[in-house]
């Protein structure tokens, strides 16, 4: 997407080799234009799969995932972070490690929210190892429910998120490619 590509350019910071800080138009002041166009192109890659919802995790998945919703005509679903404090029974619960901050955190999901028959599109901000994918991919299973797509607005193609999925056999459209990170340094994968 080349809108997105060029916003990362003008506006990414490459903090290390492996952080990217978007924090003017996604992870804390949001576009919500770009958001938009995002959300219409998850829809045209996914729009013919049956996707019955969209699934993200807080916070910086739900701009572009509910764009992706309205558009899709479905619901969405935010994976809360923290530990749920009603009871385990009422909800899926799965705990993900975070290496880009070095924390725990536990993925949370009501069964109110979804059943055996969903298929389910999960889109989220960034893919790097694939753990917090891996975390929601493992809250959607355990209510019976099928993950037919992964949308993803910046992927860090040198890190390994992308393979394990891919291994694992799911169907992974991002927006952005990153091949190289450094100081002063944003590279994308060619296409
Ligand atoms: P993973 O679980 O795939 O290792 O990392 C994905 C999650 O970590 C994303 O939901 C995102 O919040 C965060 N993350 C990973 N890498 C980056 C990055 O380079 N920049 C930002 N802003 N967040 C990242």
Redesign the pocket.
């Given at each position: 997407m080349n809108l997105l590509k060029r916003r990362i350019l003008q506006e990414g910071i490459a903090?290390n080799q492996?952080?990217?800080?978007?924090?003017s138009f996604?992870?804390h002041q949001v576009d919500p234009k770009l958001m938009y166009e995002m959300g219409k192109a998850f829809k045209d890659y996914f729009e013919n799969c049956g996707i019955t919802k969209v699934v993200t995790?807080e916070s910086?998945?739900i701009a572009p995932a509910v764009m992706t919703a309205i558009q899709m005509n479905i619901p969405m679903i935010i994976l809360k972070k923290q530990k749920s404090k009603i009871l385990s029974g009422e909800v899926y619960q799965k705990t993900?490690?975070?290496?880009?901050?070095n924390v725990d955190y536990e993925l949370t999901l009501s069964k109110k929210y979804i059943c055996k028959d969903d298929k389910v599109l999960i889109i989220?901000?960034?893919?790097?190892?694939?753990?917090?994918?891996?975390?929601a991919i493992s809250v959607i299973e355990q209510a019976g429910a099928n993950v037919l797509g992964i949308g993803i607005v910046?992927e860090?193609s040198f890190?390994p998120?992308r393979k394990i999925l891919e291994d694992k056999g799911y169907n992974i459209y991002s927006l952005a490619k990153i091949s190289k990170?450094g100081e002063g340094i944003i590279e994308f994968v060619e296409e």
């Open positions: 903090l492996n952080v990217l800080k978007v924090d996604l992870n995790i910086s998945g993900v490690y975070s290496f880009t901050k989220d901000d960034f893919l790097a190892y694939g753990e917090a994918a891996l975390g910046i860090k890190q998120g990170l």
